[in-house]
């Protein structure tokens, strides 16, 4: 009998991806990730892939009152699906409203900003590879004033 975790075929690969299955307790909110105003829930993918993908819930940690600034990320692949709440990113020139339920394909290398978001505001955000890189980018145009919490 085979070990149902391990493909038959992949058992003896190193890189071989592995079964992974994160409850919501299993892994704390952390607040040491890529920014300070939101916290980070990890979901086990970047492990259970051997860093070919990161997985990881984000939510509002802090009104917004800087954004992330104009950035670029040196990925292959990333989507963010909102699941609570709302956020405003700057595509370009364009404001796109991403609203709980919708899903968002950021193609490599756009340059975005995420300058608004409720204060219940989580989304799941899909990346490969897990470790990508983050590069400032300059101003394409001004942005708009977030919204304050009461």
Not at 42 to 66: Q, Y
Not at 72 to 91: C, D, N, P, S
């Amino acid at each position: 009998m085979s070990d149902l975790s391990i493909p038959v075929d992949a058992a003896n690969d190193a890189s071989a991806t592995q079964f992974s299955h994160v409850k919501p307790g299993d892994t704390p909110w952390r607040s040491d990730g890529l920014r300070d105003f939101f916290l980070y829930r990890d979901l086990g993918v970047a492990a259970a892939t051997g860093g070919k993908v990161i997985a990881h819930l984000v939510k509002a940690n802090m009104a917004p009152e800087k954004g992330t600034g104009w950035h670029r990320h040196e990925a292959e692949f990333q989507i963010v699906l909102m699941t609570k709440g709302w956020a405003k990113f700057m595509y370009g020139d364009q404001v796109t409203l991403v609203e709980a339920g919708d899903c968002v394909h950021q193609r490599p290398g756009i340059v975005h900003y995420l300058f608004d978001y409720s204060p219940d505001m989580e989304y799941l955000e899909i990346v490969s590879p897990a470790d990508f890189g983050t590069v400032d980018m300059p101003a394409p145009c001004d942005v708009p004033i977030p919204t304050p919490w009461d």
